[in-house]
């Protein structure tokens, strides 16, 4: 098993950008243009045990592998979950949203990922995809802290 972890500052503050994450909205921004998901149902109220499994294309064209969720935890300013498919067998994730001020907060992605044989390449990728899907936040949450987009979470959680 390895690891890999990146923090950022968001001007957001903590509650709202968890809440943000538990949407298949913000999860189809941050991935934007490399990956897509087009078929993810989500269920209408979404609680640990929850398990979700969808087609992931590369650039929105190129069909890859499917991918499986597993929710594990879910609490005001942090998310878990269990998730596999295609070259990764283990890939647990730990979104953790930490007050640092009335509207900040820190934000931490940490993936222990078993990836067998494709080890390096896994690890490579992982930490490029979370540093494009850290700058997609940031970006959301400059311009939401700037008040020139309400979003306001409506999907019960």
């Known amino acids: 098993m ?5 923090t950022t500052e968001l001007p957001i503050a903590a509650e709202v950008a968890c809440a943000l ?9 941050v991935v934007a243009p490399i990956f897509s998901v087009p078929n993810i149902e989500m269920p209408d109220r979404v609680e640990p045990g929850v398990e ?31 998730e596999w498919g295609g070259p990764v067998r283990t890939w647990n994730h ?11 907060c820190r934000y931490t992605d940490e993936i222990e990922i078993d990836d067998g044989l494709h080890g390096l ?9 979370f540093r494009h899907r850290h700058r997609r936040w940031r970006q959301l949450a400059r ?3 700037a008040g020139e987009l309400d979003v306001r979470v409506t999907r019960p959680v």
């Open 21 to 29: 994450a538990r949407t298949p909205e913000l999860f189809a921004y």
């Open 52 to 82: 979700r499994s969808a087609r992931i294309w590369w650039f929105g064209v190129v069909p890859a592998w499917t991918h499986h969720l597993r929710l594990v935890t879910l609490e005001a300013r942090h998310i878990y979950t269990n």
């Open 121 to 129: 390449g896994t690890r490579v990728f992982a930490r490029l995809m």
């Open 2 to 6: 390895s690891k890999v972890t990146l």
């Open 94 to 104: 730990s979104l953790t949203f930490e007050p640092i001020g009335e509207s900040r």
């Open 143 to 145: 311009i939401l802290a």
